[in-house]
């Protein structure tokens, strides 16, 4: 069975202070919780990675960065390659999340790209997804998904589900307080999933898992948890208020309890 995955993105928020405060109360958290089931990331900003990765050093908590070069090394002004990351310790890393796409020009060419640089360090990719309003209401995102699965999947040899995450963040709800209804989210995991099992095979398929992201928070995240393929959450704004980001931990935990009943 998959566990859970609450991954907090601070996007351009917290400096070094806040990072080592926060930090700690999330590590403190999460160790009080003993429970492996549910898997708690932090991303903070390049600066502070490396705090982040020290104050949660002892604790269940992992650390990802939000973004990295999709170069090796080299005359890249502004860039930091996934070596640098490797070096610091840092086992995850967001790729293609729409803000990139958008303002950085980031494609799927590019997310691959990264995507490749990551494997090589052993850094586990997030791969973020996702339809515009406009592609939503041309009905237009199943095509939007799978083209974007196909671009930044064309060619990547995939054995191990562990070594990726997928994200679908439709670009609508994120940071607009207009969350996708948990039907609409889980119809687009289900087709996420059913093209991993097309390409990379059934078992790839099942232990692979798909977050979803845009305005998740403590009040929806277990009506989204509840659906078949939706294994956690890459949140933004709700993720950097300590009590709502603890809440929703505590909601994945009680949802994996209940599952291990069942
Ligand atoms: P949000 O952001 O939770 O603030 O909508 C999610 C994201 O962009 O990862």
Not at 161 to 185: D, H, L, N
Not at 202 to 211: S, T, V
Request: proline fraction near 4%; charged fraction near 20%; charge should be negative.
């Amino acid at each position: 069975m998959r566990d859970i995955i609450i991954a907090g993105n601070w996007k351009m928020n917290k400096d070094w202070t806040e990072t080592r405060d926060f930090g700690g109360l999330v590590a403190d958290f999460a160790t009080s919780l003993d429970h492996p089931a549910v898997r708690i990331l932090i991303a903070p900003p390049y600066p502070f990675l490396q705090e982040a990765v020290s104050i949660t050093a002892n604790s269940p908590v992992k650390v990802a960065a939000q973004d990295v070069s999709f170069r090796q090394n080299g005359a890249f002004t502004g860039e930091v390659s996934a070596a640098m990351l490797a070096s610091i310790q840092v086992p995850y890393c967001i790729i293609g999340h729409s803000e990139r796409r958008q303002y950085h020009h980031e494609t799927d060419a590019t997310v691959k790209a990264r995507m490749q640089g990551l494997f090589e360090h052993q850094i586990t990719p997030i791969v973020c997804i996702g339809e515009t309003l406009a592609q939503r209401d041309a009905g237009e995102t199943e095509k939007v998904i799978l083209s974007q699965l196909q671009g930044c999947f064309e060619q990547i040899e995939l054995a191990d589900s562990e070594k990726v995450v997928v994200a679908y963040e439709p670009v609508w709800a994120i940071g607009t307080g207009r969350t996708a209804t948990p039907e609409q989210a889980q119809e687009v995991h289900a087709l996420i999933r059913q093209w991993f099992a097309g390409h990379y095979g059934a078992g790839f398929a099942n232990g692979l898992h798909i977050l979803y992201g845009g305005s998740v928070k403590p009040d929806n995240i277990a009506d989204l948890l509840a659906q078949a393929d939706i294994d956690g959450g890459l949140i933004g704004g709700a993720s950097l208020v300590y009590e709502q980001f603890a809440t929703m931990i505590n909601t994945a935990v009680q949802i994996v309890k209940h599952r291990r009943t069942q």
